[in-house]
C-alpha cells in the first residue's frame, strides 16, 4: 500500500476536523443537489447542439462543401453522439464498486469499515470508491474503477464532436457572425437538404443565435474538455488515478527514478484501463458502445468479478 503524502493527510485532518465537517457536510450535500441540475442541463445543452449541428449549420455548409464530405461529417457525427450519449450514461449510473480491506488496512471512520490502499471516501457521495479518480459534478457521481473507462470514453468522443463542429462549421459561423453586413444566412439561402428550414426560421432570430452559440460553445468544449481528455491519457499511460498521482507527487519530486508500483507498462496501463482481455478486440468493445468493465490489477480480481456482475 502507498502511504499518503504529508499534504493530502493535513487536508484530510482539516476536513474531518469538528470545527470545519459541519460546514463541508452542508456544501456536499449542496453540490450534489448542483450535480442534479447540470445533468439535465448537460441534455439540454446536447438538445441545443444536435439540432443546431444536423438541423442549421451542415444544411448550410452544402454552399461550400462536398455532398460527399457533409455526408461523412453526418454519418460520422450520429456515431459520435451514440457513444456520447451511451458513455455518459454509463458513467452517471454505474454505482462504486467496494471491496472490503483487511484487517491490517485503513479503517473509514465515516463508513465504519477497512478499505484497501485504493479505495477513498467521498464526502459528496458519502461512500467509499475503489479506485477513486475525482469526484466530477456534471455526471454527479464518482469516477472510479467502476465507471473511469465509461467517463474517458465520453470526454474523448466530446472532443472529437467539437472538433468535427469546429472545423465543419466554420463557414457556416463566419457568415452568422456577420450576417447583418453579408447578408448571407441559413434562413435566406435557398437549400435543398434542409427539412428544418422553415420550421426553425419561423422563431426569428433563432438560427442566428443558435449557430453562434454552439459554435463557440463547441471551440469551448473542444479546449477545456480536450485538455481533461490529454492529461487522462497522461494518467491512464503512466497507470495513475488522479487521487494516485496525488499520492505519489512527494514521491517523484524526490526521486526523479521513481515509479508507480501500480504502473504495469505503457501497453499494457492501456489493455487493462480498456479492459482488453478476454479476446476482447478495440474495434467492438472501445470504438463501439460496450459495457464490459476495465481490468483492474492482480490484487483487486475480485472487484473485476464483481464489476462483471455489475454489467
Avoid at 78 to 103: C, E, Q, W
Avoid at 131 to 141: E, L, S
Avoid at 242 to 253: G, K, R, W
Wanted: hydrophobic share 45%.
Amino acid at each position: 500500500a502507498v502511504r499518503m503524502t504529508s499534504t493530502c493527510d493535513r487536508i484530510e485532518n482539516f476536513l474531518d476536523g469538528p470545527f470545519i465537517s459541519a460546514y463541508v457536510n452542508v456544501i456536499n450535500k449542496y453540490i450534489r443537489g448542483l450535480g442534479n441540475l447540470l445533468v439535465v442541463v448537460v441534455y439540454c445543452l446536447t438538445l441545443l447542439l444536435v439540432i443546431t449541428s444536423f438541423g442549421i449549420i451542415l444544411p448550410y455548409e452544402q454552399w461550400y462543401q462536398s455532398p460527399l464530405l457533409l455526408l461523412f461529417y453526418s454519418i460520422l457525427g450520429f456515431f459520435l453522439f451514440v457513444n456520447i450519449m451511451y458513455h455518459y450514461y454509463k458513467a452517471r449510473t454505474i454505482s462504486p464498486i467496494y471491496v472490503p480491506g483487511k484487517d491490517h488496512e485503513r479503517w473509514c471512520f465515516k463508513c465504519e469499515h477497512r478499505k484497501t490502499a485504493r479505495t477513498h471516501h467521498c464526502g459528496i457521495c458519502q461512500r467509499c470508491v475503489l479506485g477513486m479518480d475525482h469526484h466530477c459534478i456534471w455526471i454527479n457521481q464518482c469516477v472510479g474503477s467502476h465507471n473511469h473507462r465509461h467517463f474517458f470514453l465520453f470526454i474523448a468522443n466530446l472532443t472529437v464532436a467539437t472538433f468535427i463542429v469546429v472545423v465543419a462549421g466554420h463557414h457556416s459561423a463566419y457568415d452568422h457572425f456577420f450576417e447583418y453586413s453579408n447578408g448571407k444566412s441559413f434562413c435566406s439561402a435557398f437549400l435543398d437538404y434542409a427539412p428544418l428550414q422553415s420550421w426553425i426560421c419561423s422563431i426569428d432570430g433563432f438560427s442566428r443565435n443558435a449557430v453562434i452559440f454552439s459554435y463557440l460553445l463547441a471551440a469551448l468544449l473542444m479546449c477545456l474538455v480536450g485538455f481533461l481528455t490529454g492529461w487522462n491519457m497522461y494518467l491512464i499511460s503512466k497507470g495513475f488515478t488522479y487521487i494516485d498521482y496525488l499520492q505519489h507527487s512527494d514521491h517523484m519530486a524526490l526521486n526523479a527514478n521513481y515509479r508507480n508500483p501500480l504502473d504495469q507498462g505503457f501497453t499494457r496501463n492501456w489493455r487493462n484501463f480498456l479492459g482488453l482481455r478476454r479476446n476482447r478486440s478495440f474495434f467492438r468493445h472501445v470504438i463501439l458502445p460496450s459495457s464490459h468493465p476495465s481490468f483492474l490489477p492482480e490484487d483487486e480480481v475480485t472487484t473485476t468479478l464483481l464489476m462483471d456482475e455489475v454489467v
